[in-house]
């Protein structure tokens, strides 16, 4: 467990004066999903609580912004995530709560990060954070219940449905895939392959 408990007060009100009501509706209920999956799969609540409340933090940034901010961010950003103009604002919130709120814990940071990119073999609080956003209590897409059941019984497996759908969604936009999210897909592919091999 970690002591951020007591920062929570500070940064809802810092989300909720800094972003749109939808925005900080949506963080709001992210860090409740987080939490949730927490509980459910073993891992730390506090902190999954604080990493699904300021996973969004930069997203209502100017584009000019989050893109210098994800550069800066020294969190590994590829050429071709720089590409891609919906992935700015993660390596851009990882930076931000690192350099203005002082949050250091690597798990935390790399959870924001990746939120939406994914990467290879992630944390238990990478897989909270990316399934999290996907099954927040506004999410309306059309499989989300399927979603919001299956983080609740196996992140790996999850992962897999889920990047399996975003880069489904991607191919269809025409857009680039970033290598983690490439890596990523293989990763929890093999897992989901390998498991039902040896069933
Ligand atoms: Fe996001
Ligand atoms: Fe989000």
């Known amino acids: 467990m970690c002591d951020y408990k007591e920062k929570y007060e500070e ?6 004066d800094g972003l749109s009501k939808k925005r900080y509706t949506h963080s709001m209920n992210v860090a409740k999903q987080c939490a949730r999956l927490a509980e459910r799969h073993g891992g730390d609540v506090e902190k999954a609580y604080l990493a699904g ?6 997203k209502e940034e100017t584009p000019q912004a989050m893109k210098s901010q994800a550069a800066l961010s020294d969190m590994d950003v590829s050429s071709e995530e720089l590409y891609i103009p919906a992935l700015w604002h993660a390596p851009a919130g990882a930076y931000h709560i690192r350099t203005s709120l002082g949050i250091t814990d690597p798990d935390i940071l790399n959870a924001v990060r990746y939120h939406t990119a994914g990467r290879a073999d992630m944390s ?5 954070v990316y399934l999290g956003d996907m099954t927040s209590e506004d999410r309306s897409y059309k499989d989300v219940e399927k979603f919001r ?23 269809g936009k025409h857009s680039l895939i970033a290598p983690c999210t490439a890596k990523a897909y293989n990763f929890y592919t093999l897992i989901h392959n390998e498991r039902k091999k040896s069933k």
Request: aromatic share 8%.
């Open 149 to 171: 059941r299956s983080c609740m019984e196996d992140l790996d497996e999850s992962m897999y449905d889920a990047l399996r759908y975003s880069i489904q969604e991607t191919l």
């Open 124 to 128: 238990l609080l990478e897989k909270i």
């Open 53 to 58: 409340l300021l996973h969004d933090i930069k």
């Open 11 to 16: 940064y809802e009100r810092l989300i909720r």
